[in-house]
């Protein structure tokens, strides 16, 4: 929908009924701007208006998936039994229309003759249909549908920004913004835009299971995996392996990696040999059987050099109902990496961190924010390496390696000076770490 556009009223059931194949009416698309500030930079100057297009058509798509599963649960476990009976539509015939209209998919025009095309394909006659319109109708008093109308609208609405933002990740997938030029796996963008989606169904159970999730499962939770290859630079350096090699290697993480996990769960590079899996949905039990797998996925890649590689990173454990930003989530994985690499290389650590550091030794502190900021130095290079892989404007590789020169010569004793402020202040994830 336009700015300035009428906003399509919803007050009966058969409103909703329209609803189905009209997400419109429903879940109606924020403004034309906003949906051009979403697709920012990279469409800049661009066919900007073929892209908001495109946007919009797959924002549609992702919005009937999501009243499909929203508006008729809300309404189906409403009616009375005695309604049912008052129509004569028995227990068994509305379970069976039921389990068909679940099964109902509207035709990709979304037209008014949608309805009846996709009942046909269905083998379900318009009469059946209209039968459970009517019973829900009959069943309610004009006043509780206006509450349920509420309700739905509601609930949609509030899922606007999760197909926004998914249309946007699709659409950019399809155009190559996200993928990594040498694994084929999702560079550092796609994986803060896939955490971001993931955050959101992490803490909206309803947009894949339809209803709110038992008081029981609200152990579910979404991990995001950081980690480097260990001492990936030697394989670099060595005259008898050299980049080649590396670059095998790191293909070689990202196929593992998919082959163990599961085809839901992101794998994704932030460029050099530093990597992200993103897993939704699994309880916190299990945190020790996935590290396993991730394991298992490397330890079987050679180094080209008689071994094995190995990986030292953190696993973040986000919660249910935690509200945290990629941002966030990155940083607290950082920190915890960098701690693991002293201390456990070789293991991927997870946060909270069950380790202490001691408050009183100044020398221990001062070696682990030298650490924490050279990772995070590490990385920073590496996002203008993966920059630099996906262009051959010599201009634009000249300007990225000029900034990555400039961070090996940068004195860090600054940065490590705020870490240890950081630290003294007992700042974010110091306050669980320090003695």
Known sequence: MREGAPKPELQTISDARQGRLKPEILMPIPPEQVLKNLLGKETLGQNIEEDVAELTSKYYQIAREIIQRLVFPVLEENIESRSAQNLGISQDKLAKLRKELSELRPVEDGSEQGLEEALGKNEIEREQFDDLIRLIEAGTSPETQHIFMDVIRQQTENFIPYALNRAKLELDLEKGYLIDRKTGALNHEGIEQRFKIEAMKLNNPQIDNGHDVDPGENTKCMLLVEFDIDKFKIVNDDPARGHAVGDEILKEVIKNLKQWLRPSDAVGRHGGDEFAVIINDVNEHDVQIIETKIQNAISTISDRAGGTISITGAIRVIRRGEKTTYKQASEDADVAASIG???????????????????????????????????????????????????????????????????ERRSVAYDVKIELQKMEARHGIYEKILS
């Open 341 to 407: 690499k002293i201390l456990y290389e070789g293991s991927l650590v997870r946060y909270p961190l069950d380790i202490k550091i001691d408050a009183n030794d100044e020398g221990e502190k001062e070696r682990f924010a030298q650490a924490i900021v050279a990772r995070r130095i590490k990385r920073e290079k590496n996002l203008y390496r993966q920059e630099i892989e996906k262009t051959e404007d010599p201009k634009v590789i000249k300007a990225y390696k000029r900034m990555i020169d400039l961070l």
